[in-house]
């Protein structure tokens, strides 16, 4: 009985972004199974391309001509069908392509190279050496040198290879033709794996030296040295044996050739180093704690059970509780997820469950390498990996009894992807919880708004933690309005107040974090005597002052140039840094406090593998006073000896031009605070703002979430924002200004004609087309239209959006505009 496969191939166009149906060879059919990795002869020239098998069907739905499968890449399918549904619910869901889907699951390291290969043809090859040299010489100069190359490499050249000779594709249709040579495809599937090989004697120490005296086998000093050494030393690795023997890998041959040792080959994982470390400390759980984990884990084997959302406050020992609830997940034989905002906060976290659980704790974060992630890949398969810690992408992570997904300090906006797809972590861990029975939870000092919206509708069964673990108050939070430090001619970054601080914290031998959210010497250079601004050549944005190479650096696209003395418009030499940035900071610290020991951490600081890790290691070893550094320090860090954190411009995001900017400003401003006082010393944290009086300002020195839920859910409500209504972004972008704008017009035009088909005829819940608030980047002029759900239905939007953006691309946009479609975006810049 005939077979069919309904299969999704690799390719990155939206023209692709199709289920192809294949005929399933014969030898193949008890083979093939759903989720397989295959080749596929693909287009007109048949190219062997890679595909996945998402369906395979006993008929043809439809009367078409169909091509073979020509192989299958592995012989265990490597996608199960969980998570085949997976790539067609994120498929769907975030409007984006089967291929962007996959790449998320698909392991690390695994890669398929397909080449054209050139070989003299059959009827060629039957000629004698002379009949061969006869008729070679009578063919064209440029035939003569394929064959010669065809000859020099054994029999077969890469196309590639022949690109030098001029007019080459032409040259290699007519001989192909004129059946002189063969051009067929090839390809070679590789698999980033690295392999350890082991000694072994063959036999017990006695039979060893009787069976090479029976079989009058001669054995140099060096071959008797390794038998000698592998009596005493049962398995040893191939390079520690030619280190410490001094032997070489020709001695070992020579002994495997006459069967008296073994080689066996094993799987190596590549383990990223951490030069982080802490012991290990026996906690005391609380009774908040204990009721949290208690109610995790009576629930975790019903069904349809709701995501818990823990809400406690910073240094409410959230940590523990995930590890508690873990453990007793592992008891059950299930495996645990634990999400991280991004690699700022892994070093700390890692290293306290590695001292808990050991070895079959893994890690899964951007600054891996390709090898690294795909060991982790293999080693959760095998089974070696039973807890993994990293950031989003972690969550597809290929676990076969998964029983728990933790995401912590779930508010954080790194959670949602800016590359497709455009997805957010917590839906689909939303999603999968539901679909497989998984507990999820998700925990945050200060969960985002949406969020807290849904568990206050009872979509999450939200768990409070009021109180420190260690029982101590949170640190107090003194307001500093910088408009006052001026009127008394404080000038400086710093208020007396904080300087003062300052001064107290080092004099008793404590630790001081300084906040700021930005990095870099300045927010921006000018002139002041004309006003002229150092603007990116690419972007629509002023570049950051960096003092040590004095140069403007744009944080979007990486763009710098050198800072002139003089004006490039008026010529005159006014020219001077804005603003204030974490260089900065660190430069007037070191001028008012002599001799103070200061660590920066921000994105240039920890760029380098590594660095990260050493500056928290530094500064945990009490080598320096002051750690400086953005909004990574608000993500989870434990310093027991800080006592002082400085928030230098709290007001700085609140003025931001984003409906979240408020959210934001509470949550980092009880985030950071959070940092002080984590041990037995009370903390305390001096708030620096120019809006004393602004609600987010307000609330968050009260630590006073619940009264700014109320206060900004309201405006929420007014506007029709999250969560009352979904958001659509479509951004219209290319080097073109005309070109992008006239695009953009396209698209808005189309949507109102398929719109007033269908009867709709009130536009309010389009806004735009109009620039984007951040107009260009990287030499892209940018156009945004924005979408509301608001009186109309979320999937028919999708729907319409999703036609004339996927399906109707080429007749809707220009080949040289890209379009990029956001569900719910982060922010609208």
Known sequence: MDRYAKVVVRSNTVHTDNLFTYKVPEFLIEELKEGHRVLVPFGRGNKPVEAFVFEIINYLEEDIKTKEIVDVLDEEPIFRSEELDLVKWMKNRYLCTYIDCINLIYPKGYKLNNYKVATISDDLKKLNDTQLKEFIINLDEKYQQVIELIEKNKGKVKVEKLKFIPNINNILDRMNKNNIISLHWEYKDHKNEKKVCYLALTMEDEEIDEYVKANKINLGSKQKEIINFLKYNKDVEINDAMEILNVSKKSITSLHDKKLITLRLEDYYRNPESIYTSSYKEINLNEEQRYAINKITSEMFDENKKPYMIHGVTGSGKTEVYMEVIDYALNQGLDSIVLVPEIALTPQTIDRFKNRFGDIVGVFHSQLSEGQKHDVYKAIKAGKVRILIGARSALFAPFNSLGVIIIDEFHETSYKSEKNPKFSAIEVAKYMALKKDVSLVLGSATPSIDEYYKAKQDEYKLIEIKSRANKKPLPKIEVVDMKNELNVGNKSIFSFRLQQEIKEAIK??????????????????????????????????????????????????????????????????????????????????????????????????????????????????????????????????????????????????????????????????????????????????????????????????????????????????????????????????????????????????????????????????????????????????????????????????????????????????????????????????
């Open 508 to 829: 008793n031998k404590n630790q001081v974090i300084l906040f700021l959210n930005r990095r870099g010497y300045a927010s921006f250079v000018s002139c002041r005597k004309c006003g002229y601004v150092f603007q990116c050549d690419n972007c629509d944005i002023s570049l950051t002052y960096h003092k040590r190479n004095n140069v403007g650096r744009c944080h979007y696209c990486g763009y710098e140039k050198e800072i002139p003395k003089e004006c490039p418009d008026c010529g005159s030499t006014y020219v001077k840094p804005f603003g204030v940035g974490t260089q900065k900071i660190e430069e007037e610290l070191k001028d008012i406090f002599e001799d103070i020991k200061v660590l920066r951490m921000d994105k240039d600081t920890t760029s380098k593998k590594g660095s990260l890790e050493e500056i928290l290691n530094k500064f945990k070893n009490q080598e320096a006073q002051v750690l400086i550094g953005t909004q990574m320090l608000s993500k989870g860090l434990d310093f027991e000896n800080v006592t002082l954190v400085g928030i230098l411009s709290a007001d700085m995001i609140l003025n931001f031009p984003d409906f979240k900017s408020f959210e934001t400003t509470f949550q980092l401003v009880t985030q950071v605070s959070g940092r002080a006082g984590r041990s037995d010393k009370e903390g305390i944290v001096i708030l620096q703002t120019y809006d004393t009086d602004h609600y987010a300002i307000r609330r968050a020195i009260n630590y006073d979430y619940e009264g700014f839920f109320d206060d900004e859910i309201k405006i929420r409500k007014v506007f029709g924002y999250a969560p009352f209504n979904n958001m659509i972004s479509v951004v219209i972008s290319g080097a073109n200004e005309n070109l992008v704008k006239q695009n953009a017009q396209n698209m808005y035009d189309s949507i109102i004609y398929l719109l007033q088909n269908r009867g709709i005829n009130n536009f309010e819940f389009i806004l735009g087309p109009n620039p984007c608030s951040i107009s260009k980047i990287n030499q892209n002029y940018r156009w945004q239209i924005l979408f509301k759900d608001d009186n109309i239905e979320i999937n028919l939007l999708k729907g319409i959006i999703k036609y004339i953006c996927i399906t109707k691309r080429d007749v809707v946009f220009n080949k040289d505009v890209n379009v990029s479609i956001d569900i719910n975006p982060n922010n609208v810049l």
